[in-house]
Structure formats: structure tokens, C-alpha cells
T-cell receptor
Framework: AQKITQTQPGMFVQEKEAVTLDCTYD???????LFWYKQPSSGEMIFLIY??????QNATEGRYSLNFQKARKSANLVISASQLGDSAMYFC????????????FGEGTQLTVNP | NAGVMQNPRHLVRRRGQEARLRCSPM?????VYWYRQLPEEGLKFMVY????????ESGMPKERFSAEFPKEGPSILRIQQVVRGDSAAYFC??????????????FGEGSWLTVV
């Protein structure tokens, strides 16, 4: 079974609009962490936002927010006021367990922001 | 990303040659992770190392691949007798903790291996 599922291979959004990138996860461990990374065409992995399983509030970082719905096991990334520079591949990832050290990544969503 | 240094950024090898990829973690970080990204895919965990120790190598192919993180110097991912299927981007990440959370894990810019 997939640990991390990103069901949208590609998404399009108009500049200045908001977009939601979906991510669902599968774990039986009560302690886990969820990450979102951006990978532009240049290839580097850029950390965007993190949500811990015990965090009471949804994480926010500037224009990025994480819609964390624990019961549904979803951790969708919301980008507000999209910019052309947001065009990139976006990956959701999970770290499992209190001693978990490695990240499991989804297959990614290619976001294109149109002018 | 700042601080995790990977080199070379791009490497071309002929089939059968050896590839060596280096990773210097962020200053103060003692935990290093290697991930592989095949074309059009997400990153896949390969190995987790601390200084002079391999903690988890469950993602490493059983043959031809090895990794080390010596007491002094960078972590090295070595691929012997490369084949075309080894062509991928190899990412190194480091953290100060064995349980990365938030922005405590940092990725390098990746090393792109092309096998011809």
C-alpha cells in the first residue's frame, strides 16, 4: 500500500489565485510528521512546511498553509496568491514513528501557474 | 538547503565504471541520509548514516551500492559497475537529530548521474 498518495499528477492555476495540492497518507503510528517540498526545474529540494501529528493547529508559512485533517489522513498544501515562480513539482513526504528517521515521498504534483 | 554540499552536481559515467558522490552535511549535523530520484518519480530513501555508522540501509540495492560517513570528511555514496538504470538524481540530506521534524532536515542540491 502506498504510504503517501498524491492523486494530482498535474495542476494548473491562474496567477494570484489560490490552489490546493492533495496529499493523503497511511500510517498506524500515532507519532509522525508531514512535510511539503518544492522542486523547481533547477532540481533542488526546497522545504516549504511541516506538520507534526500532535500539533494542534494547522501549520502556516507565509503563502503556504497545510490543511491537516487527521481523521481523514490528509495533509493538503494550500498556496495562496499564486505567483509564476510557484510553477514547480511539489512533493508531500512523511516521517513515521518517534524514532523514525527517513522520509517517504509521494510521486509529486506538477503545478503550473498561468499568467 | 543552505549548507549541505553535494558534488559533483553532474556526473557522466560509462557502463561498468564507478561513480562516487560526496556529501558534506551542514555544520553541526551528524546525521546524513541519501535518497534517489528516478526520472518522473519522487525521492526514495536509500541509507541513513551517522559518523562511522550505518544506521539504516534498508533502501540500498544489495549489490554495487555502498555508503560511508567517516569520522573525518564527507559522506560518500559509491556505485560500482554502473548500469543505465542507475541514471538518477541522488540527494543527500542532513539533520542534527535522528528524528527530523520541521525544518531540521536540509537537502543538498543533488547530484545527477548519467550512465552512457
Amino acid at each position: 500500500a502506498q504510504k503517501i498518495t498524491q492523486t494530482q499528477p498535474g495542476m494548473f492555476v491562474q496567477e494570484k489565485e489560490a490552489v490546493t495540492l492533495d496529499c493523503t497518507y497511511d500510517t498506524s503510528d500515532p507519532s509522525y510528521g508531514l512535510f511539503w517540498y518544492k522542486q523547481p526545474s533547477s532540481g533542488e529540494m526546497i522545504f516549504l512546511i511541516y506538520q507534526g501529528s500532535y500539533d494542534q493547529q494547522n501549520a502556516t508559512e507565509g503563502r503556504y498553509s497545510l490543511n491537516f485533517q487527521k481523521a481523514r489522513k490528509s495533509a493538503n498544501l494550500v498556496i495562496s496568491a499564486s505567483q509564476l515562480g510557484d510553477s514547480a513539482m511539489y512533493f508531500c513526504a512523511m516521517r513515521e514513528g518517534p524514532r523514525g528517521s527517513r522520509l517517504t515521498f509521494g510521486e509529486g504534483t506538477q503545478l503550473t501557474v498561468n499568467p | 538547503n543552505a549548507g549541505v554540499m553535494q558534488n559533483p552536481r553532474h556526473l557522466v559515467r560509462r557502463r561498468g565504471q564507478e561513480a562516487r558522490l560526496r556529501c558534506s552535511p551542514m555544520k553541526g549535523h551528524s546525521h546524513v541520509y541519501w535518497y534517489r530520484q528516478l526520472p518522473e518519480e519522487g525521492l526514495k530513501f536509500m541509507v541513513y548514516l551517522q559518523k562511522e555508522n550505518i544506521i539504516d540501509e534498508s533502501g540500498m540495492p544489495k549489490e554495487r551500492f555502498s555508503a560511508e560517513f567517516p569520522k573525518e570528511g564527507p559522506s560518500i555514496l559509491r556505485i560500482q559497475q554502473v548500469v543505465r538504470g542507475d541514471s538518477a538524481a541522488y540527494f543527500c540530506a542532513s539533520s542534527s537529530l535522528g528524528q527530523p521534524s520541521g525544518n531540521t532536515i536540509y537537502f543538498g542540491e543533488g547530484s545527477w548521474l548519467t550512465v552512457v
